[in-house]
């Protein structure tokens, strides 16, 4: 039997698992992720799941390299040893009952069933969250 290859040290499983909708309209992996060039523009997730932009952040992923958009988690570990890539890489292993997670879990697999969804109906939201962003946030949409 094969040995299953090692994921790279900084892979995010959210490109495969997670789905943001946005207000703007955008769909992203994660509410960290940051708006780009290349993010996905729409609200349709089927288009989302095969779009160019994805492809490129899974791509970018297994090759080991930090997606433009994912700098807010990049910058947090390197601070902190935190952020919500690791968060979700250990609620996701809980989610699937697997102690380790190889490559081939997400290059063999055609599955699209997610296990995180965020889904922003609206930007009604009178809070003042730090981490929050006008397209999310009403309170802060004024302010801007």
Not at 16 to 31: F, K
Not at 43 to 50: A, R
Not at 61 to 86: A, M
Request: some cysteine; charged content about 25%; glycine content about 6%.
């Amino acid at each position: 039997m094969p040995l299953k290859s090692s994921l790279p040290d900084n892979f995010c499983v959210l490109p495969w698992t997670g789905i943001h909708t946005r207000n703007d309209p955008n769909i992203t992996p994660c509410c960290d992720y940051s708006d780009t060039p290349d993010i996905y523009k729409g609200h349709n997730i089927k288009e989302y799941q095969n779009s160019d932009s994805l492809k490129t952040i899974k791509d970018q992923f297994l090759k080991g390299e930090w997606p433009t958009g994912c700098w807010k988690c990049k910058e947090r570990e390197e601070r902190s040893g935190h952020s919500l890539r690791i968060q979700d890489m250990g609620n996701y292993k809980g989610h699937s009952g697997k102690k380790e997670l190889y490559l081939d879990d997400f290059t063999t697999s055609k599955n699209n069933k997610y296990f995180k969804l965020n889904l922003a109906f609206s930007n009604i939201c009178n809070l003042g969250c730090v981490m929050c962003v006008p397209s999310n946030s009403s309170f802060f949409w004024e302010e801007k």
